[in-house]
């Protein structure tokens, strides 16, 4: 968990939670879940803590046997903020139709792989998006630059699913506030 400055709930966990202390919540109750009825190949896109409902996404997969390709990118800024790094690699290894690239915005100085920005990397390796079904996660800069992105790459906004984290204080407000 990040602390947000002048942020109440992680003002609150950080200075006040009490070990042991039993919280009760209710997570949000979205739209962004897997279509499984699809038979379009999954390039699902997580930036940050972006990836845990992507891994969920393709646990999913194994749990209903869901054979089309998955191609997976999930950027940090350093290779240390990489959580469960070896995972995502062990699914490439162990199923065909698996592709993992993780990207680093501010690499270490021995990182060989992918640098730079999410959507820029989706980009280059996927000229044309027609025919996916995009997943895309992680905070609203990063949606909405890949929203932009991948419109020009041809994806139809029908088959773009995307969930950015907001502070409460920037989310829109809902009906009912």
């Known amino acids: 968990m990040r602390r947000v400055p ?42 940050n803590t972006g990836f845990a409902p992507l891994k969920g996404m393709i646990e999913q997969t194994f749990h209903v046997g869901v054979e089309r390709p998955i191609y997976l990118y999930r950027e940090v800024r350093s290779r240390r903020a990489l959580y469960l790094p070896e995972l995502p690699r062990d699914w490439a290894r162990a199923h065909a139709k698996r592709r993992y690239t993780p990207v680093l915005s501010q690499p270490d100085p021995d990182w060989t792989e992918r640098i730079g920005l999410i959507h820029a990397a989706v980009a ?32 139809p906004p029908e088959h773009l699913f995307s969930d950015a984290f907001e502070y409460a204080a920037d989310a829109p407000a809902k009906p009912g506030d």
Not at 15 to 26: C, P, S
Not at 29 to 34: K, R, Y
Not at 134 to 148: I, W
């Open 124 to 155: 280059a390796d996927h000229p044309d998006l027609r025919g996916f079904d995009v997943y895309l996660n992680g905070l609203p800069v990063m949606v909405e630059a890949g929203r932009r992105a991948f419109a020009d790459e041809g994806l």
């Open 6 to 47: 002048q942020g109440q709930f992680t003002g609150w966990i950080f200075d006040q939670l009490q070990e042991k202390t039993i919280l009760r919540i209710q997570a949000p109750l979205d739209t962004f879940t897997l279509r499984e009825e699809s038979d379009q190949p999954l390039l699902l896109i997580g930036g």
